[in-house]
């Protein structure tokens, strides 16, 4: 299949799942991410991890504030990610609190990438990471939204990658859509606010 025919796919499938997240509402929105919330803190991956790496939610993403919160009540390590510009890298930079974070070019909040403050990705530490995704299947593959930055982080990592999808952004399987490349990654875990799917 030819990339110009995998592009255009994606971009079709993007433009649905993006009307059902905004199809879904404000409050509807809050009430499943609460119970995604709930599954999350529930695993036990979360509780043996000493590192969490989070994704902050932007607009209609699914939340994640509380989460971290639950990760920094319960002692652990919250890094979040900071894309470098012109690549498709990110570094991470650990925060503690959400007054840490500083306003993007982009109107988005980020850590503030500072080398003292910066999280390495060591192995062999117990690091969970969370994957932000317009979509997801039953396989952790993942849609995301086209910057490449995810795919590119978890080629090296080899902590627990968990995906994030509400139910009504689910896919059964992606790769029947014609939508997966060689370079897209799956996620190992994928929490809904109904089921936990381990890959």
Known sequence: MGDAVVDARKKELRKRFRAVRKELGEGARATIDAGIEANLVALPEFAETDVLLAYLDFGPEVRT??????????GKVVALPWCVP??????WFKVTSFDDLVRSSLGMDEPAPLDENEQQ??????????VPGLTFDAAGRRMGYGGGFYD?????FDGVSVGLCREAQFSEDLAAEGVIDAHDLSAQLVVTESRVIRV
Request: no cysteine.
């Open 65 to 74: 504030r509380g989460i971290i919160q639950a990760a920094w009540d319960a």
């Open 86 to 91: 012109g690549t498709h890298e990110m570094r």
């Open 121 to 130: 990705l060591r192995t062999g530490e117990r690091m969970l990471a969370l």
């Open 152 to 156: 590119t982080f978890l080629a090296k």
